[in-house]
């Protein structure tokens, strides 16, 4: 008998995939680089229709026709060398699936090159970490429609179901679902750190406890905030340190990584000049927050106003929070769709962002409840320029604008960094704002380089000699 697919690249997201695979009676072939992965599976498995292979010609041998391989390999140079094993022992109508966070306009040139031999290539974004791996994550796959047409059957079976329907969606050509997935991870970086600096102000204006902090959240997490991200955040807080018995939030050292992908949304935004701010700055919040050393030094020599720790209504003042952390939210996806929708049309993938806010509404780090309402959003008017505008989003903006103005201003009053919060109420301000300053920036431009300029009154193109 042969096996129905084969999963290479046996690490933790790659294992977890296989034995969701198995678990949906998927025949699995397994390969890995180095043996102990494989055989660690392989063990772990035991009862499961999980087949080791140790050489690439015998494990491209057990699988049924048009073979389907679906790798699970460190994005960059490592999925070259994979592909490059695996193409001499395949044919015309195989199918490579690339699960990893690959750049998309790497996965692009690996479609080319390999359509070019016959050989049908998926770029698969995946999310939902080890768990999401194992008991379903959102799938978003990108490539030709008739190829993922033959993977279907597989992929909608191991996504995270949502009412009997998978989080799996074809998203569009070539290297559109890669795409995706870097977007909804520059989403994620937002998203963080909006919660985080909603955390401080909790903490070091309102002076609650961790625990304090933490049934708020879990208080939140019972509307309209609802979120995986606001769940695991209350959960955090909940952790005692089995050293010091202490929160263990407060052990944690404040320097924070990321791989890429928040990385290249914000270079692809600026490239194709879509307005991504608070994503930006969620990615520079990291970088900042690396310089550990740095900032210790210059606490001790850079000045800020005192922390006024007035009496503050702490009902009234935690309702505030909660505004200004959904109105943030509801900017911070506006920006990721805004990118979705700017991108695809400069592509002409096509992007179906009704279904992308419904494929992430289970499986995934982003998961939310409102998200449901993103894709009426979209249903309702598949051309929405900005989900700012939608009837709902813009009721809710309005309603919540003076909770994250009062927050904001209340930070930088006492000194107190809110990066995103910030960005946030720049990005809503500038959007509503019908006549901008931007008619001083075009007159500086072509005062000093004759850029020229165009008129509110009259079409064309003019240049002044200002001087």
């Not at 395949?90 to 359509?115: C, V």
């Given at each position: 008998m042969f096996n129905t697919i084969g999963v290479i690249g046996l690490g933790v997201m790659g294992s977890n995939i296989a034995l969701n695979m198995a678990s949906k009676r998927e025949q699995v072939a397994v390969y890995n680089y180095t043996r102990d992965l494989t055989d660690q599976l392989v063990q772990k498995s035991e009862g499961q229709s999980i087949h080791p292979y140790y050489e690439i010609q015998d494990f491209v041998r057990s699988l049924q026709t048009p073979r389907k391989i679906f790798l699970m390999?460190?994005?960059?140079?490592?999925?070259?060398?994979v592909i490059g094993l695996l193409v001499p022992h395949l044919e015309a109508g195989d199918i490579i699936m690339d699960g990893g966070n690959s750049h998309?306009?790497?996965?692009?040139?690996r479609?080319?090159?390999?359509?070019?031999?016959?050989?049908?290539?998926?770029?698969?974004?995946i999310s939902g970490g080890e768990v999401g791996a194992l008991k379903g994550p959102s799938i978003m796959p990108g490539g030709d429609k008739d190829?993922?047409?033959?993977?279907?059957p597989i992929l909608t079976k191991i996504a995270a179901q949502v009412e009997s329907t998978p989080c799996c969606v074809y998203i569009g050509p070539r290297g559109a679902g890669h795409?995706?997935?870097?977007?909804?991870?520059?989403?994620?970086?937002?998203?963080?750190?909006?919660?985080?600096?909603?955390?401080?102000?909790?903490?070091?204006?309102l002076r609650l406890s961790v625990n304090e902090i933490a049934d708020i959240f879990e208080t939140w997490n019972q509307g309209e905030l609802k979120s995986y991200l606001i769940q695991i955040t209350a959960e955090i807080l909940r952790k005692k340190d089995e050293v010091t018995g202490l929160p263990l939030i407060d052990m944690i050292l404040d320097k924070v990584g990321q791989k890429g992908t928040g990385k290249w949304t914000s270079i692809q935004a600026i490239n194709n000049g879509i307005p991504s701010s608070i994503i930006t700055e969620s990615l520079f919040a990291r970088y900042l927050s690396s310089l550990k050393e740095e900032r210790v030094y210059a606490e001790s020599i850079l000045a800020g106003p005192e922390m006024d720790h007035q009496s503050l209504d702490k009902d009234l003042w935690i309702e505030y929070v909660r505004q200004a952390l959904y109105m943030g939210k509801i900017c911070a996806y506006a920006q990721g769709f805004t990118q979705y929708k700017m991108t695809s049309d400069l592509h002409g993938w096509n992007l179906p962002l009704k279904d992308i806010a419904l494929i992430f509404r289970d499986g995934c780090i982003i998961r939310a409840e409102f998200l449901n309402i993103i894709s009426e959003a979209y249903q309702a008017e598949p051309n929405l320029s900005?989900?700012?505008?939608?009837?709902?989003?813009?009721?809710k903006v309005k309603e919540y604008q003076i909770g994250l103005r009062k927050?904001?201003?209340e930070g930088i009053h006492s000194g107190i960094s809110f990066p995103c919060l910030s960005a946030s109420l720049t990005y809503y301000d500038s959007y509503r704002t019908g006549t901008s300053n931007a008619s001083l920036v075009q007159a500086q431009r072509d005062y000093f380089g004759a850029h020229t300029y165009e008129r509110k009154d009259m079409a064309g193109v003019f240049h002044t000699n200002w001087q």
């Amino acid at each position: 008998m042969f096996n129905t697919i084969g999963v290479i690249g046996l690490g933790v997201m790659g294992s977890n995939i296989a034995l969701n695979m198995a678990s949906k009676r998927e025949q699995v072939a397994v390969y890995n680089y180095t043996r102990d992965l494989t055989d660690q599976l392989v063990q772990k498995s035991e009862g499961q229709s999980i087949h080791p292979y140790y050489e690439i010609q015998d494990f491209v041998r057990s699988l049924q026709t048009p073979r389907k391989i679906f790798l699970m390999v460190t994005a960059g140079s490592p999925i070259d060398s994979v592909i490059g094993l695996l193409v001499p022992h395949l044919e015309a109508g195989d199918i490579i699936m690339d699960g990893g966070n690959s750049h998309y306009e790497d996965t692009e040139r690996r479609y080319d090159e390999l359509k070019s031999k016959g050989i049908g290539y998926l770029g698969i974004g995946i999310s939902g970490g080890e768990v999401g791996a194992l008991k379903g994550p959102s799938i978003m796959p990108g490539g030709d429609k008739d190829v993922y047409e033959k993977a279907a059957p597989i992929l909608t079976k191991i996504a995270a179901q949502v009412e009997s329907t998978p989080c799996c969606v074809y998203i569009g050509p070539r290297g559109a679902g890669h795409f995706v997935k870097m977007v909804h991870n520059g989403i994620e970086y937002a998203d963080m750190q909006l919660i985080a600096e909603a955390y401080t102000f909790l903490r070091e204006k309102l002076r609650l406890s961790v625990n304090e902090i933490a049934d708020i959240f879990e208080t939140w997490n019972q509307g309209e905030l609802k979120s995986y991200l606001i769940q695991i955040t209350a959960e955090i807080l909940r952790k005692k340190d089995e050293v010091t018995g202490l929160p263990l939030i407060d052990m944690i050292l404040d320097k924070v990584g990321q791989k890429g992908t928040g990385k290249w949304t914000s270079i692809q935004a600026i490239n194709n000049g879509i307005p991504s701010s608070i994503i930006t700055e969620s990615l520079f919040a990291r970088y900042l927050s690396s310089l550990k050393e740095e900032r210790v030094y210059a606490e001790s020599i850079l000045a800020g106003p005192e922390m006024d720790h007035q009496s503050l209504d702490k009902d009234l003042w935690i309702e505030y929070v909660r505004q200004a952390l959904y109105m943030g939210k509801i900017c911070a996806y506006a920006q990721g769709f805004t990118q979705y929708k700017m991108t695809s049309d400069l592509h002409g993938w096509n992007l179906p962002l009704k279904d992308i806010a419904l494929i992430f509404r289970d499986g995934c780090i982003i998961r939310a409840e409102f998200l449901n309402i993103i894709s009426e959003a979209y249903q309702a008017e598949p051309n929405l320029s900005n989900l700012l505008v939608a009837p709902y989003f813009a009721k809710k903006v309005k309603e919540y604008q003076i909770g994250l103005r009062k927050v904001i201003c209340e930070g930088i009053h006492s000194g107190i960094s809110f990066p995103c919060l910030s960005a946030s109420l720049t990005y809503y301000d500038s959007y509503r704002t019908g006549t901008s300053n931007a008619s001083l920036v075009q007159a500086q431009r072509d005062y000093f380089g004759a850029h020229t300029y165009e008129r509110k009154d009259m079409a064309g193109v003019f240049h002044t000699n200002w001087q």
